[in-house]
Each structure stands twice: as C-alpha cells, then as structure tokens.
C-alpha cells in the first residue's frame, strides 16, 4: 500500500462494515498476525491470533440474530501514531424478536501500513447476550466453569 488507511479510517472501515453486516470482509482489515483481546468476555476466546482465528471468529458473529449498527463514535487520536481509541454504542436489533437494544463499547487498535495488528475490544458482553436472549446459558457456562488464574 503507498498511502496506507490511517488508524482513525480503519476503525471507521471496521465499524461500518459491522454496520453494513459484512462480516465475510472485516478479517481482511487485520495483519496477517493480528491479535485480538476480549478482557471483559465471560467466556473463551478472550484471545484471538492471526487473521484466519479472527475471520472464524467473524463467520460465528455472523451466524448469530443480532444486526449491529455503530453510532456516537467518539475517537480519540493518540500520541502513538499507530493507536486510535474508539468509544462508541451499538444499537442492535434481534432479528428473530424484532427487540431492540443498545450496548457502550470501547476498541484500542493498533493499526501498522493500514491493517489492524492488534485491538482490545471492551465490549458489554453481557448485555449482548441478554438481547440475544443466551443470558441463562451464559451463566450456566460461566458457573460451570473450572476456577484458577
């Protein structure tokens, strides 16, 4: 690439894709070996590596019945050029309920020659998956699981 996507145009592209419901093409916006954290997810993976994980990852999203649109996108530059911060809300829909919702979510990316190489997705998993109808199983996964570091 001569002129690579600044980090700010590539949070956008990531969002607007997600918005758009083109998640087949979302992979395609991280390094080969990216990785992707999800400290506050309730559940595995809260770790993803490589650009083939992530596009797994994407494809099961993709499956589910929530439609997600990004809205209120605050962006924060940072002092590190490859670092953008973005603060935003997803309004969502259950397309099997027609219920609607809305969920705060903050991604750190790291964005090298116009790829993502890596991210930190602060997302409110439990409320995603209170509108997803999946809180229950959610809690009794979580409650089974085995105790440690």
């Known amino acids: 690439m001569s002129d690579p996507a600044s980090p700010r145009r590539v949070l956008e592209l ?3 894709g997600i918005s758009d419901g083109r998640w087949n093409d979302l992979a395609d916006l991280y390094a080969e070996d990216a990785v992707v954290e999800q400290p506050f997810a309730p559940t595995p993976p809260r770790r993803l590596e490589g650009r083939e994980a ?3 990852h994407l494809a099961a999203a993709a499956q589910g019945p929530l439609r997600l649109e990004a809205s209120n996108l605050v962006v924060h530059d940072t ?3 490859e670092v953008v911060i973005g603060e935003f809300d997803y309004d969502g829909r259950v397309t099997t309920t027609g219920h609607t919702f809305r969920v705060a979510n903050i991604q750190v990316l790291r964005v090298r020659d116009g790829r993502i ?3 930190r997705d602060y997302h409110d ?3 995603l998956a209170a509108a997803a109808g ?3 199983a959610l809690a ?5 699981a085995p105790s440690g570091s």
Do not use: E, K, T, W
């Open 79 to 81: 002092a590190d050029p």
């Open 125 to 127: 998993h439990l409320a």
């Open 54 to 56: 992530i596009r797994a």
């Open 134 to 136: 999946r809180l229950q």
């Open 14 to 16: 990531l969002l607007q």
């Open 117 to 119: 190489v890596s991210s």
């Open 140 to 144: 009794s996964s979580v409650g089974s």
